[in-house]
C-alpha cells in the first residue's frame, strides 16, 4: 500500500506558484473571511496563510464574531477589494450563507462557490477546477491513475467535496455512483469500487472491510475529534486492502490550497 504524500507534491507546485508570481508584474492578493471561532477552520485558515504568503500572495484576514447579520457580512464581501476572496465556511446557523456566498464578485471567487462562478463550472464553460476537486486530479494524476471506464464511488454529495469530485470524475471518463444520506447499506457500493473518494466529515466511517483489494481510496472528509482533526477513513483498517491511500491530514488538504492558488493566479491575469 502506497500512503499519497500531499505536503511533498504541494511543495513542488508551490514551487512552480512562486515562480509564476515572480513574473507578474503585480502580487496577487486574496481575502479570507471568518465568522466565530471553528478549531477546523481556524487551522485550516493558518495554514492557507502560511502557504500563500510563503510564494508571495498577500493575505488579508477579516475576522468578524458569530452574532453578525447576513446584510452586514453580505455587505462587507461585496466591497473587498482583494484579487480573490474567501469566505470560510461553515457560517453560523443564524446567517444565510448562499446569500454570502453570492455576494462574492464573480471574478474574486477562487473556492467557485458562489451560484455564477459553480454555475459555469458545472456547465464546463470555465477552465479551472473548485479546490478539492481539483486536489483530487493532481492526486490520481501523480500516481496516474487511469480513469477511463472504472467503477468510482464518491461517499457525500455537499458543494465542497461530493458534487464537484463526482462532476470532474465523470467528466475523465469514471463511472461515478454516488452515496447520500439516504443511501441504504452503503458498504456494498463501495465494495465494487476501483475508486472510492469520501467527503462527509465522519470519522472513520469508512473501514477495510467495506474496501475491494487493491482500491484506490482518496479521504477528503474533515471533523474535528478529541482535538485532532480526522479523516473519513479509518487508516489502520483500510491501509491493509487499499494500494493508494490519501490520508488526512497530509493528503487532499495541502493539494487543496495549492489549486486555491491556481484559481488565484486565474483570475488575477484575467
Known amino acids: ?24 508584474d503585480t502580487k496577487p492578493s486574496l481575502a479570507v473571511v471568518v465568522v466565530g471561532n471553528n478549531p477546523v477552520s481556524a487551522l485550516y485558515i493558518k495554514k492557507k496563510q502560511q502557504a500563500l504568503e510563503s510564494v508571495g500572495v498577500e493575505v488579508s484576514i477579516y475576522s468578524y ?42 471574478d474574486k471567487d477562487v473556492d467557485m462557490l458562489s451560484e455564477y462562478i459553480s454555475g459555469a463550472f458545472y456547465n464546463n464553460t470555465i477552465q479551472i477546477l473548485p479546490p478539492v476537486a481539483g486536489a483530487v486530479k493532481l492526486i490520481l494524476e501523480e500516481h496516474n491513475i487511469n480513469l477511463q471506464g ?40 463501495i465494495k465494487e469500487a476501483d475508486i472510492v473518494v469520501s467527503g462527509v466529515g465522519s470519522p472513520g466511517i469508512i473501514r477495510g472491510d467495506m474496501i475491494k483489494k487493491g482500491a484506490v481510496v482518496i479521504d477528503a472528509g474533515t471533523s474535528s475529534h478529541k482535538g485532532a482533526i480526522k479523516g473519513d477513513v479509518d487508516i489502520d483498517s483500510v491501509k491493509e486492502k ?29
Do not use: W
Not at 499519497?4 to 507578474?24: A, D, H
Not at 477589494?81 to 453570492?102: A, C, F
Not at 464511488?153 to 475523465?172: A, D, H, I, N, T
Open 242 to 270: 487499499a494500494s493508494l491511500l490519501s490520508p488526512v491530514p497530509g493528503g487532499v488538504g495541502p493539494l487543496t490550497i495549492c489549486c486555491l492558488l491556481y484559481n488565484l493566479l486565474y483570475f488575477h491575469e484575467h
Open 1 to 24: 500500500m502506497e500512503l499519497v504524500n500531499g505536503k511533498k507534491i504541494s511543495q513542488r507546485e508551490l514551487e512552480i506558484i512562486k515562480e509564476e508570481i515572480k513574473n507578474r
Open 65 to 106: 464574531k458569530e452574532d453578525i447579520s447576513t446584510e452586514e457580512l453580505v455587505e462587507k464581501v461585496s466591497l473587498l477589494k482583494e484579487d480573490g476572496v474567501i469566505v470560510q465556511l461553515p457560517l453560523p446557523k443564524s446567517v444565510d450563507q448562499s446569500r454570502v456566498l453570492n455576494a462574492i464578485d464573480k
Open 150 to 189: 472504472v467503477n468510482t464511488v464518491v461517499v457525500g454529495f455537499g458543494k465542497l467535496v461530493g458534487k464537484p469530485v463526482s462532476v470532474y470524475l465523470e467528466r475523465e471518463g469514471a463511472t461515478v455512483t454516488v452515496l447520500n444520506s439516504k443511501t441504504k447499506d452503503i458498504s456494498s457500493f
